[in-house]
């Protein structure tokens, strides 16, 4: 039977990439079958959502998506 995986070490808050204001954890999606667990993150300034996968995510500035 497999074990549980560890919990992860807490972490300083993560900083928005907009307004520079801390980002709380608002939602953790469980992993399902293949898919990972996805944590949502909210800016208590400007309300900024952020879901990551891997914290180590946060440090990373997320790009846009645009169709020339």
Do not use: D, W
């Amino acid at each position: 039977m497999p074990s549980k995986p560890k919990a992860a070490k807490k972490s300083a808050a993560p900083k928005c990439e907009i307004c520079a204001g801390l980002m709380i954890l608002k939602r953790v999606i469980p992993a399902a079958h293949i898919f990972p667990e996805l944590k949502t993150y909210q800016c208590r300034v400007c309300g900024n959502l952020r879901t990551v996968e891997h914290e180590a995510e946060l440090a990373i500035p997320e790009v846009a998506n645009v169709a020339a």
